[in-house]
């Protein structure tokens, strides 16, 4: 029998998705795995772990959990990488940039992790792309429209947004672009359009319902192994609405996966 690992974790970010995979290292969720410290933007006050600033976190540990944004992901995925601590991460649309992409995929020697975040059927997904690929695959996400509202989009949109009675389609185009224009709110497309091993394969659109008490995610792929249909519909975190309470539980479980401390689904 091989010996348990242990893998030393810290988190960047301690928002709605940072606060519960914190407690959820430290409570013991994630067999191998023990908290170093938090890397925050802003003075942690009652945190179950010392704030790390960057440096510190490369010193001390052995993976770095990135639950803080795009931009905190474009700051720091390459130094972390370079410096061999091995990468999860949330915010998967940044890599919607192929140039940004192509550099995480020639840094190392760290590893770049991606979670499934809010969304289920990857695995199969992944698993036809590479038996021959897809002849079309969408993603419909509705969400509710106040988390649709965008700094790109003219006073009328947004109005019109706010205002709506019933479901508006706000935008359809490539995962790539939806996943630059709604950077907090379309990992989903991104995870798809990962998982297919194609951004351009796939179309995103994006619907505002004031009905939509839950985030649904409607993914539909035909191709050479078969047809799929997918439909998640997840309750917002509490703590923002532009997240599904279900992320930080599919950080700690790709958390588990990486450790590889005990077997299991994978
Ligand atoms: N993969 C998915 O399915 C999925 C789903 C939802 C959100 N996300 C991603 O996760 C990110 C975080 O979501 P959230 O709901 O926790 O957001 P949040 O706003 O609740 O928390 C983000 C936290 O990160 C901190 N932060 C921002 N920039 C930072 C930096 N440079 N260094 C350190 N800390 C920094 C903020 O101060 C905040 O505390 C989102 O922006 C999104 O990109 C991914």
Redesign the pocket.
């Known amino acids: 029998m091989k010996s348990a690992r242990t893998c030393r974790v810290g988190v960047?970010?301690?928002?709605?998705?940072?606060v519960p995979v914190v407690a959820g290292i430290t409570t013991g969720r994630v067999t191998g795995a023990v908290l170093e410290g938090i890397?925050?933007?802003?003075p942690l006050r009652s945190a179950p772990a010392k704030q790390l600033d960057l440096t510190e976190a490369l010193e001390c540990c052995d993976l770095l959990v990135e639950?803080?944004?795009?931009?905190?992901l474009v700051?720091h995925a390459e130094v972390v990488l370079r410096a061999g601590v091995d990468l999860l991460v949330?915010?998967?649309?940044a890599l919607a940039d192929r140039e940004f992409s192509k550099q995480l995929n020639a840094a190392g020697p760290g590893r770049l992790f991606l979670?499934s975040?809010?969304?289920g059927g990857l695995d199969l997904l992944s698993s036809g792309a590479r038996a021959g690929g897809y002849d079309r695959v969408t993603i419909t996400t509705t969400k509710l429209p106040g988390s649709l509202v965008q700094p790109w989009m003219n006073e009328a949109l947004v109005e019109e947004i706010r205002n709506v009675r019933g479901p508006l389609d706000v935008y359809e185009g490539s995962a790539a672009e939806a996943a630059l224009l709604f950077?907090?709110s379309l990992?989903?497309g991104a995870?798809v359009a990962i998982a297919v091993n194609n951004w351009d394969a796939v179309t995103v659109r994006v619907r505002a319902d004031p009905a939509a008490e839950l985030t649904s995610h409607v993914i539909e792929a035909s191709g050479t192994i078969g047809e799929y249909r997918f439909e998640i519909r997840n309750k917002p975190?509490e703590?923002?609405p532009?997240?599904?309470g279900v992320?930080p539980f599919a950080v700690l479980r790709s958390l588990e996966s990486i450790i590889g401390g005990r077997g299991g689904l994978i």
């Open positions: 960047i970010g301690y928002g709605a998705i940072g890397i925050s933007r802003s639950c803080a944004g795009q931009e905190a700051e949330t915010s998967i649309g979670t975040g809010a969304v950077p907090k990992n989903a995870a975190s703590d923002n532009r997240t599904s992320v």
